[in-house]
């Protein structure tokens, strides 16, 4: 498995502002990505992080919106911009890792946003 | 479009009892499955995972059975323990090439004493 740090872990932010998440793997690792559990759903993917490249965004997920950084194998943030109380949610940094049975993604413990 | 169905929002089983979770999928793409353990204000912990080359994966007091034919998983608990109540939450992806999880929307186990 791998240790998976984010920060931070809770914040309440002005509707308008921007907050930048952190997330810090004790391993290099190839792929991260980036969920959204808003209140009472599931688990959305906002996006892919590939270190040397642009990351991959779902469908409903905009670059302008999500900036995302991978400067080296072990690092990577989110940007959650021009927020709006829609944007309250749990957001989480995961990796892939290899398993015999095949690539298992871990997650970090989360960090829990409130727009006012 | 949910491709990932967790028919069951809520589950209640006795302590020592068998908890089974039910998860049904539609994309027949999908080939990998997980299962993850979510507690409040805390992110998704791995369970147990099996590919679609078998039936059954066992780890413990956890056993995830796959039905490729009616794309349906579940998760057995045996014995269940009150540690256990926590949201579940299925998953799944192409084993090939795309690591993207698909998630469920979870059902909340909890485990009566």
């Known amino acids: 498995s791998a240790v998976i740090s984010q920060k931070p872990s809770r914040d309440i932010c002005q509707r308008g502002t921007s907050l930048t998440i952190q997330c810090q793997v004790d391993?290099?690792?190839?792929?991260m990505f980036w969920y959204r559990q808003q209140p009472g759903q599931s688990l959305t993917l906002i996006a892919t992080a590939n270190q040397g490249s642009e990351a991959t965004y779902e469908s409903g997920f905009v670059i302008d919106k999500f900036p995302i950084s991978r400067p080296n194998l072990t690092f990577s943030t989110l940007t959650v911009s021009n927020m709006s109380p829609e944007d309250s949610s749990i957001y989480l940094c995961s990796v892939s890792l290899d398993s015999s049975a095949g690539n298992t993604i871990y997650f970090g413990e989360g960090s829990w946003l409130t727009v006012v | 479009d949910q491709q990932v169905k967790q028919n069951s929002p809520s589950l209640s089983v006795q302590e020592g009892r068998i908890s089974i979770l039910n998860c049904d999928y539609t994309?027949?793409?999908?080939?990998?499955f997980l299962w993850y353990k979510k507690y409040p204000a805390e992110g998704p912990t791995f369970l147990i995972s099996?590919?679609?080359?078998?039936d059954k994966n066992e780890d413990g007091r956890f056993t995830v059975f796959l039905n490729k034919s009616a794309k349906h998983l579940s998760l057995h608990i045996v014995p269940s323990q009150p540690g256990d109540s926590a949201v579940y939450f299925c998953?799944?992806?192409?084993?090939?090439?795309?690591?993207?999880?698909?998630f469920g929307t979870g059902t909340r186990l909890t485990i009566i004493p």
């Open positions: 998953a799944a992806s192409a084993i090939f090439g795309n690591e993207k999880l698909t």
């Open positions: 994309n027949s793409m999908f080939d990998y």
């Open positions: 391993s290099q690792v190839t792929m």
């Open positions: 099996i590919s679609s080359i078998k």
